[in-house]
């Protein structure tokens, strides 16, 4: 068994295929992303299809967070164009996080779902007139 970083994406990857299937009503957004380009592929999985596409190939531009917005609105607007709207993101075995999550966010924000729950409204930091009174009694029993 190869221990080098390809191989190991490579085997998260597959894993992670076994879970995420794309349908014609939910197709599977597949990201991938190299040293030079980026690209997002949305996929039918039971009629085993490309339904739409978007990549960095015809961009001057470097693969960095930036680009990675670009893409992730593109894929939105191509996914658009393809009616498509709700999607499951095949992450391709890189870590969910800088390009990988920029794609999926932005993507989001041009409208393109993820999801069938509404989003959770942030949580509010709880008031400091709570701790407070909190820590009198704890100075009280001293």
Do not use: C, W
């Amino acid at each position: 068994m190869s221990f080098n970083r390809k191989a190991q994406r490579q085997i998260r990857h597959l894993r992670i295929r076994q879970k995420v299937k794309g349908t014609a009503e939910r197709p599977r957004m597949a990201i991938f992303i190299s040293n030079k380009h980026m690209y997002v592929q949305f996929i039918d999985d039971v009629a085993m299809k490309t339904l739409a596409s978007a990549s960095s190939l015809k961009d001057e531009a470097s693969a960095n967070l930036a680009e990675a917005k670009v893409i992730g609105q593109r894929a939105a607007e191509a996914a658009k164009a393809a009616n498509i709207s709700l999607v499951v993101v095949d992450r391709g075995g890189f870590k969910f996080h800088g390009r990988v999550k920029e794609i999926v966010d932005s993507a989001v924000e041009a409208g393109l779902k993820i999801s069938e729950k509404p989003p959770k409204p942030p949580k509010a930091p709880k008031a400091e007139a709570e701790k407070k009174p909190a820590d009198k009694k704890a100075k009280e029993k001293k």
